[in-house]
Structure formats: structure tokens, C-alpha cells
């Protein structure tokens, strides 16, 4: 099992930015998969971003170009930095982990709050 916290919500206008971090401890020698996803009220998780430990990336039409993946192989921790943020990406963004064998992990969420 991977252990994932998040960090780096918060309120923000439209139009700026914010950095989430997802620190990960435990299982991380089958881990394969790292990403973000993101809920709000009354719908299921969507997927934001993954990006693979050969550091192939995918990212959901809505957020390309705006929000950057990224990750830190000496921390054990990947980032979502978002961009030209919108009141539509309001959510409650949660880590995830897919590893070897079929094991997903995820976060305990960090609410993103885009409002003026």
C-alpha cells in the first residue's frame, strides 16, 4: 500500500495559480502511476492528470495547457501546477497512486476553491 497527503489548496481568484504537492511513503517499488484526480458534489472523480515513471504524461482536455504534472524522484512527491485557474476547476483535487498488481491509493483531498 502507498501512504499519499496532499498539499496546496486554497482560495484563489480566477486567473491565478496554485502548486499542489503529494508526498508518498510506503509500498513505492511497484508504484507505476502517479496522478490527480478531482470531485465535486453529486459527481464522480475525473481524472486531471497521471504521468508514469517513464515520465509519459496525460491530462484531461479541459486543464491542457493550464496545469503541468510533475514529480521529484528524490522526494517521493509529484506536483500539480495550475494555471489560468476557473471557477469550473473548483473541486476537491485528490492524489492517486496505481501500482503493480493492480493497487490504487488515493489521497484524503485538498480543496481547490477558484472565486472572486
Known amino acids: 500500500q502507498v501512504q499519499l497527503v496532499e498539499s496546496g489548496g486554497g482560495l484563489v481568484q480566477p486567473g491565478g495559480s496554485l502548486r499542489l504537492s503529494c508526498a508518498a511513503s510506503g509500498r513505492l517499488f511497484s508504484l507505476y502511476v502517479m496522478g490527480w484526480y478531482r470531485q465535486v458534489p453529486g459527481k464522480g472523480r475525473e481524472l486531471v492528470a497521471t504521468l508514469n515513471i517513464n515520465d509519459v504524461v496525460n491530462y484531461e482536455d479541459s486543464v491542457k495547457g493550464r496545469f503541468t504534472i510533475s514529480r521529484d524522484k528524490t522526494k517521493d512527491t509529484w506536483y500539480l501546477q495550475m494555471n489560468s485557474l476557473k471557477p469550473e476547476d473548483t473541486a476537491v483535487y485528490l492524489c492517486?497512486?496505481?501500482?503493480?498488481?493492480?493497487?490504487?491509493?488515493w489521497g484524503q483531498g485538498t480543496q481547490v476553491t477558484v472565486s472572486s
Open positions: 492517486y497512486a496505481w501500482s503493480y498488481g493492480n493497487v490504487v491509493d
